[in-house]
């Protein structure tokens, strides 16, 4: 018997294994059934206390490719089953070669398509199956992932507060790139839809009312993915005096679980174009990034804030000086003449019903309902001004809503 094996810290070490054999011969009393889609190679599970692992036997290179880009991808912040090991150079007790085995962890409380399809009852559950994989598909795009063999059987799907999270399972076929080409992406879509469609007919030869159309379904896919990538990646024109829209558009990207590093703003006559470049965001990315810049301890939705505003700020600035200005440079700046002042101008007796970062984040939002009601960019000295007199200075402004101030149906006048 031979083998070598690399796995990855944080796992079991495999050893008491049957390794000398095809998995399909295994007879190890740690295999487990788990409920799966449809591969085309063995799959096999064994448990280990309470984590279940897939062990997939295929050929050696592709093992370790795929090894490769699993852990890659999970260092991007990508949705993808934990890789655990590989098992390659396997030979059997009569040196007959083996094929390599490549082991995942299992994703407790996932499920196949078929499972997911299959619940009697299921209702919008199948709609947002179809969310699910258009959002996995697209953040994969977004780092440059071309899946490849994009489809429910490579997909997990996970319960997550009455929607699903996608998982990806398998990447034999793909390839990472520091950026897609509008043709591999409409690859990549062409055979989501023609997988998907042969996948759900297969459901229903086995007798698994679903409920779906498979044509139909498959060029849904393909509508409700155009529909996220608009979003993420459109540009759009506003004019010289409407520049809170960018919060509003960040919020946006922001909520769909991207993120911008940069915008970039093109003068156009009276106005501007707004490109941006949209990125998967990490859990506690924001926090830990404002932290860095500004020794700001915060939570994450109130970091996602501050840097919407910190990113403004110095789109400002560059666009004033005509040239690049350092990040660091930047962060300074902002605290000094943005964060600090703003925190300050609020009286004391009233500055301590929020923290400063909410507080903050509060007045971001005033001074957004006041600019949307005028339509126009409402300085941050007057929101800060209206927001101690209308808010703070009214009661608790935990539960009052922060709609526009508005006096006989008109929004206060904009000023600095």
Known sequence: MRFQMVRRT??????????????????????????????????????????????????????????????????????????????????????????????????DYSLPYSRVLGVSGAGDLRDRLLDALTNLLVRLHVIGFFWGDCSLSNTLFRRDAGALAAYVVDTETSELHPQLSDGQRNQDLLVAQENIAGELMDLTAAGIQHGLDPEETGAE???????????????????????????????????????????????????????????????????????????????????????????????????????PVAEALVAHRWLSEVFEPTIAAVPEELRGQLEPAELFHQILDHRWFLSEAAGRDVGLAQATSSFIENVLRSGDPETRRLDPLVTGGQAEPAHD
């Open 221 to 323: 896919l393909r509508k409700r993915y155009d529909s996220l990538w608009c979003e993420l990646t459109r540009e759009e024109t506003f004019g010289a005096d409407q520049r809170f829209r960018i919060d509003k558009r960040l919020e946006r990207l922001n909520a769909l679980g991207f993120d911008v590093e940069e915008i970039e703003l093109i003068a156009e006559g009276d106005g501007y174009r707004l490109r941006l470049e949209p990125r998967v965001v990490e859990p506690g990315h924001h926090a830990r990034r404002l932290f860095a810049l500004s020794g700001l301890q915060v939570q994450e939705n109130q970091a996602r804030r501050l840097l919407n505003d910190l990113t403004r700020f110095r789109q400002d600035l560059e666009q004033r000086r005509g040239a």
């Open 10 to 107: 944080g796992h079991p070490d495999f050893l008491d294994l049957p390794w000398q054999l095809p998995l399909e011969e295994w007879t190890s009393e740690r295999l487990v059934d788990v409920p799966t889609g449809i591969s085309r190679h063995v799959v096999r599970f064994v448990e280990y206390r309470d984590a279940v692992y897939a062990l997939k036997e295929l050929a050696q290179r592709l093992a370790e490719r795929e090894y490769r880009l699993l852990a890659e991808l999970a260092g991007l912040s990508i949705p993808v089953v934990e890789v655990a090991g590989v098992v390659v150079e396997r030979s059997s007790g009569d040196a007959e070669e083996l094929d390599a085995v490549l082991i995942t962890r299992h994703l």
